[in-house]
């Protein structure tokens, strides 16, 4: 499995940015896909994640009504849109998968260390 992440950039406050994550090696829709993000010294954080079954997408509390997750599957890519960015988002941006999460709950440090297969990451970074 190999997940390429890209999209990454340095904004302002309350700008967008789009991150995609191009998948292969993996039946891409029947593996869930989650995007994680983690800051220097700190924590893993889940932030967002595609169920396989549905294909519904789920997200951390932290970036409810912010972010949207969405894929394409003619691409085998997913996208992650972050719109109004704040300065507590500035992290590297992981995306991950494995066939066994569970796409739902808190999302924290625990679930996101279940995931097998992981992207490079990509850095986004937002000055307030």
């Known amino acids: 499995v190999q997940l390429v992440e890209s999209g990454g950039g340095s904004v302002q406050a309350g700008e967008s940015l789009r991150l995609s994550c191009t998948a292969s090696?993996?039946?891409?829709?029947?593996?869930?896909i989650g995007w994680v993000r983690q800051a220097p010294g700190k924590a893993l954080e889940g932030v967002s994640c595609?169920?396989?079954?549905?294909?519904?997408?789920v997200y951390a509390d932290s970036v409810k009504g912010r972010f949207t997750m969405h894929s394409d599957r003619t691409k085998s890519t997913v996208y992650l849109q972050m719109d109004d960015l704040k300065h507590d988002d500035t992290d590297t941006y992981y995306c991950?998968?494995?066939?066994?999460?569970?796409?739902?709950?808190?999302?924290?440090?625990?679930?996101?260390?279940?995931?097998?297969?992981w992207g490079q990451g990509t850095q986004v970074s937002v000055s307030s």
């Open positions: 991950a998968a494995d066939d066994l999460v569970y796409c739902g709950g808190e999302m924290k440090t625990d679930w996101a260390t279940q995931f097998e297969a």
């Open positions: 090696g993996l039946t891409f829709g029947g593996f869930p």
């Open positions: 595609i169920s396989s079954s549905d294909g519904q997408a």
